[in-house]
């Protein structure tokens, strides 16, 4: 249940990076709502993810989850660049975060 946790904290991550765009463009109320509840869903779950999992080890992962899932809603979403240099270094952090979980 952990790890499930870690994952759900990265992608409600991702939600409040998306939502700070949305702020950042619309300037409403429910924009700036929908980013707290993201970042507080993810910090809640990110929480409960560290009572069992190594504090840097549960750190890594969901910075990395939020850092390369941020930029690839940035290109699915908002026209971000899709150069396959970006591409590889975004596979090289979700790497990283399987080889993470993969030695814990």
């Known amino acids: 249940m952990d790890w499930f946790s870690l994952i759900l ?6 939600f409040g990076v998306t939502m700070i765009n949305k702020l950042h463009k619309d300037r409403n109320r ?13 910090f809640i779950c990110l929480s409960y993810a560290m009572k069992t999992l190594p504090m840097g080890t549960a750190y890594a992962i969901w910075t990395g989850i939020g850092a390369s899932g941020g930029a690839i809603l940035g290109m699915l979403l908002y026209g971000e660049s899709k ?3 970006r591409l590889v270094f975004i596979t090289m952090v979700l790497s990283a975060a399987v080889g ?3 030695v814990s």
């Open 30 to 42: 429910k924009s700036l709502i929908l980013l707290f509840f993201g970042f507080g869903a993810s």
């Open 83 to 85: 150069d396959w240099k």
């Open 9 to 14: 904290a990265g992608i409600f991550e991702m």
């Open 100 to 102: 993470l979980k993969l």
